[in-house]
């Protein structure tokens, strides 16, 4: 069984440009999440889907991140414009069940440089 | 607000000794606590899980933990070290919303440096 992707493995932009990242979860699996984590911080969340719907945004910092799961697959996570306190390592994670006691399964990450 | 603290930014152990990364949380109601291990250049690999039971909880790799309920702690542990455990150790617990929806929150991590 494939694991969680993520494209690209590493990003570097300049401050403005825009980045769009990456998931495939696995799949079957309805719950995908996004976290971010600033160098030596913990990892926080930022959003969850349950299929397309969005129901937990309350971690997205502002609103120069929009994420997007069209059809319930991959997800995209867009930011526009890139500011230098974005860099960080974005991970995504799938899961299978909406009332879980079981685990997220974590895609490698996109690590994100904005100059 | 559920919260989880590592104390420590890195723990250094020899090889062959036995190895603890520490963790405790802050929670209301019961505690659904996880460990996580990051290799260079890998994504987050699920060790163990506490949802309820016994108090010892037997992961992947030789690792375990152990929950205690009055110290709110849940420390990682395996009896002899590995270089190649040498890694990123997250700890997290799980978040219930009231929609009944869930996320984790994690720990800042702890580097574990496992030494020849």
């Known amino acids: 069984e494939a694991g969680v992707t993520q494209f690209p493995s590493h990003s570097v932009i300049e401050k403005g440009q825009t980045v769009t990242l990456r998931c495939d979860p696995i799949s079957g699996h309805d719950n995908l999440y996004w976290y971010r984590r600033v160098m030596g911080k913990e990892i926080k969340f930022l959003l969850h889907f349950v299929k397309e719907s969005k129901q937990d945004e309350s971690g997205m910092p502002n609103n120069r991140f929009l994420a997007e799961r069209t059809g319930g697959t991959y997800s995209t996570l867009k930011v526009q414009p890139a500011e230098l306190e974005d860099s960080g390592v974005y991970f995504c994670a799938s899961s299978q069940e909406r009332v879980a006691s079981y685990e997220q399964y974590f895609g490698p990450g996109t690590r994100l440089t904005v100059t | ?116």
């Open chain 2, 1 to 116: 607000a559920q919260s989880v603290a590592q104390p420590e930014d890195q723990v250094n152990v020899a090889e062959g000794n036995p190895l603890t990364v520490k963790c405790t949380y802050s929670v209301s109601g019961n505690p659904y606590l996880f460990w996580y291990v990051q290799y260079p250049n890998r994504g987050l690999q699920f060790l163990l899980k506490y949802i309820t039971g016994d108090n010892l909880v037997k992961g992947s790799y030789g690792f375990e933990a152990e929950f205690n309920k009055s110290q709110t702690s849940f420390h990682l542990k395996k009896p002899s070290a590995l270089v190649s455990d040498s890694a990123l150790y997250f700890c997290a617990v799980r978040d219930r919303r009231e929609s009944g929806t869930y996320k984790y929150i994690f720990g800042t991590g702890t580097r574990l440096k496992v030494l020849a």
